[in-house]
Antibody, heavy 119, light 111 residues
Framework: QLQLQESGPGLVKPSETLSLTCTVS??????????WGWIRQPPGKGLEWIGS???????YYNPSLKSRVTISVDTSKNQFSLRLTSVTAADTAVYYC???????????WGQGTLVTVSS | QSALTQPASVSGSPGQSITISCTGT?????????VSWYQQHPGKAPKLMIY???NRPSGVSNRFSGSKSGNTASLTISGLQAEDEADYYC???????????FGGGTKLTVL
């Protein structure tokens, strides 16, 4: 059973860079079965897909965030990461990491981590 | 405004059945069988309930079922239970550069 855990700062200043890491346990991030994705949810609002990465480094990004987003993978640590630059208050959200199966369904989710953008 | 349209809320009494709709276009829901449904309780991560329109992951109750007709997918919950009270989201693969689109979510209240 795969388990995912997000980690990173809970508070980021406006215009700075948000950085989060997702640690995968119970399986290898090099598995050909999944892409590895990030989804966010502003307080009281719905879900928004940020992007996904394959272990080989192939990525898909939400066009609305593409200019500010980088997702990377570290197979040696069984982790993948999210960087979001030039953040504003609108980026305040719970950020989830999740597996993305070949049928574009998000099977396994981390518990989520709240990131607040504030000075 | 979400790419997929869901009703903001639905309600039902214990034991009844309810259906939540998810309307998209021929570029997403209507064009692919990659529709998924998620249940989210307050303060918790979403949980996959249905994938590929009508398939249930292992461990998900058979009271949950999915279907699709044209550009609209549906999630039906039969024999409503108090624990079903949650927010429900649909997603679909899309041929647009977005790749994945979400519905705005539906709050299910069990009366």
């Amino acid at each position: 059973q795969l388990q995912l855990q997000e980690s990173g700062p809970g508070l980021v200043k406006p215009s700075e860079t948000l950085s989060l890491t997702c640690t995968v346990s119970g399986g290898s991030i090099s598995s050909s079965s999944y892409y590895w994705g990030w989804i966010r949810q502003p307080p009281g609002k719905g879900l928004e897909w940020i992007g996904s990465i394959y272990y080989s480094g192939n990525t898909y990004y939400n066009p609305s965030l593409k200019s500010r987003v980088t997702i990377s993978v570290d197979t040696s640590k069984n982790q993948f990461s999210l960087r979001l630059t030039s953040v504003t208050a609108a980026d305040t959200a719970v950020y989830y990491c999740a597996t993305v199966n070949p049928r574009w369904a998000f099977d396994y989710w981390g518990q989520g981590t709240l990131v607040t953008v504030s000075s | 405004q979400s790419a997929l349209t869901q009703p903001a809320s639905v309600s039902g009494s214990p034991g009844q059945s309810i259906t939540i709709s998810c309307t998209g276009t021929s570029s997403d829901v209507g064009g692919y069988n990659y529709v998924s449904w998620y249940q989210q309780h307050p303060g918790k991560a979403p949980k996959l309930m249905i994938y590929e329109v009508s398939n249930r992951p292992s461990g998900v109750s058979n009271r949950f079922s999915g279907s699709k007709s044209g550009n609209t997918a549906s999630l039906t919950i039969s024999g409503l239970q108090a624990e079903d009270e949650a927010d429900y989201y649909c997603t679909s693969y899309t041929s647009s550069s977005t790749h994945v689109v979400f519905g705005g979510g539906t709050k299910l209240t069990v009366l």
